[in-house]
């Protein structure tokens, strides 16, 4: 066997070798490859759908990043809704703020607060969300965050708050978790009354938290 002729065996045998590293996990565990893609753990669609939103209701993401749910839930009110998408980090809310000019989505309004103030007006919103935020946001600002959001939701309004369980099978935010109770004395202490969790999710709590309508 000439050079050429190794040489050419030496480059299938690695092509055959970066196939099957690719392959073989996906193989030998189906669930493996897919369980880390987060459309199929988040299952943003039925989120959404428990959210109750109507066409024009008027909802703030909190903490929205890059819009994972920003642009679904603007989707969910219509044209005569309103998404504010919230978050502290100037960086993500202008990937977010490109994509408006860019589809023209009049009824996502995009609002940097600051770790204690969402800048969001007093009653203004039917309800609010907050996915994975509570565990970025420092201990000591969480109690803030939360009365600051209270304070901006309608009387009645819905508080929803999904964060990961302590023990998810994912390999982030190990050690920043928030242990359930945790997250329902955050909500408590924001006078807010828990009336409606939701099982499904496989790493995330998700709570619904309401707003009294009456003064306590
Ligand atoms: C893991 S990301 C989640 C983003 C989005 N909710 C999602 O589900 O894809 C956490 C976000 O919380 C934001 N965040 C941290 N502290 C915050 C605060 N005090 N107020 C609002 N957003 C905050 C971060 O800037 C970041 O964009």
Redesign the pocket.
Known sequence: MDARARRHRRILWCAAALTLAAVLPAALCPGAAKKLRRDDWQQPARVVADLGLKPGSIIA?????????TFRLAKAVGAGGKVFA????AK?LKSIEDRVAKDHLANIVVVK????D?KLRDESLDAAL????FH??PKQ?RPG?AKDVVRALKPGGYFFL?DWTFDAKVPYDKGRRIPRDDLLKLGAEAGLKLDAEFLYLEHQVFLRFRKPTAPK
């Open positions: 993401d909190v903490g929205c990043g890059r819009g994972y749910f919230e978050d502290v980090d993500a607060g600051d770790a204690t969402t907050f996915v994975n935020v970025h946001v600002h965050l999904i």
